[in-house]
């Protein structure tokens, strides 16, 4: 049979609850709106989202499994919204689908997030939620996807871009 992983729902479910918490400026809210908000997303994503007719294998029984989430991602949820640099930004674009062409070939992919800062910098931001090795700043210069991802934006979206970050959860 065909099964989706937990991550893909999880991620789905991150991106979703970053963009109402800036559709409906829930900055700075109690630990609880971030829990009660990443379940509904996680549901959402699990039953509502791309590929929903496909079951999810969850590790043990589906609502422990979605506390251990909860437990974790909803302080991260939580600090994300108290950052300064989050509340104050204007988002442009979030999870945004682009196919795009380099040098004749043609990529497709998903760009998290395009937001504005107050100094009106236009930043693409990659939010990851696994684990990952530090990223120094030639890790970051040296990322293809960020950097087809600004290609992308210009191409798709008439939009150049002035920096590229990454937004680890963790």
Same mark, same amino acid.
């Given at each position: 049979? /065909?099964? @989706?992983?937990?991550?893909?729902?999880?991620?789905?479910?991150?991106?979703?609850?970053?963009?109402?918490?800036?559709?409906?400026?829930?900055?700075?809210?109690?630990?609880?709106?971030?829990?009660?908000?990443?379940?509904?997303?996680?549901?959402?994503?699990?039953?509502?989202?791309?590929? !929903?007719?496909?079951?999810?294998?969850? @590790?043990?029984?589906?609502?422990?499994?979605?506390?251990?989430?909860?437990?974790?991602?909803?302080?991260?949820? /939580? &600090?994300?919204?108290?950052?300064?640099? &989050?509340?104050?930004?204007?988002?442009?674009?979030?999870?945004?689908?682009?196919?795009?062409?380099?040098?004749?070939?043609?990529?497709?992919? @998903?760009?998290?997030?395009? +937001?504005? &800062?107050?100094?009106?910098?236009?930043?693409?931001?990659?939010?990851?939620?696994?684990? !990952?090795?530090?990223? !120094?700043?030639? &890790?970051?210069?040296?990322?293809?996807?960020?950097?087809?991802?600004?290609?992308?934006?210009? /191409?798709?979206?008439?939009?150049?871009?002035?920096?590229?970050?990454?937004? +680890?959860? /963790?």
């Amino acid at each position: 049979g /065909q099964w @989706r992983p937990v991550k893909m729902v999880l991620g789905t479910a991150i991106h979703n609850a970053i963009e109402i918490i800036h559709e409906k400026s829930q900055f700075k809210e109690k630990r609880k709106t971030y829990d009660v908000l990443l379940r509904d997303c996680i549901d959402a994503a699990e039953f509502e989202g791309r590929d !929903s007719e496909v079951p999810v294998r969850w @590790r043990k029984y589906r609502e422990e499994h979605i506390d251990t989430i909860v437990e974790k991602f909803g302080l991260m949820l /939580q &600090n994300y919204s108290k950052d300064i640099n &989050n509340i104050e930004c204007e988002v442009l674009h979030n999870e945004v689908a682009v196919e795009y062409d380099v040098m004749g070939y043609r990529f497709a992919g @998903r760009i998290d997030q395009i +937001r504005k &800062n107050k100094d009106g910098e236009v930043i693409l931001v990659d939010f990851k939620t696994g684990k !990952s090795k530090y990223i !120094s700043t030639w &890790n970051l210069k040296m990322n293809y996807q960020l950097g087809g991802y600004a290609m992308a934006s210009k /191409q798709v979206l008439g939009l150049k871009i002035d920096r590229v970050g990454l937004y +680890r959860f /963790q």
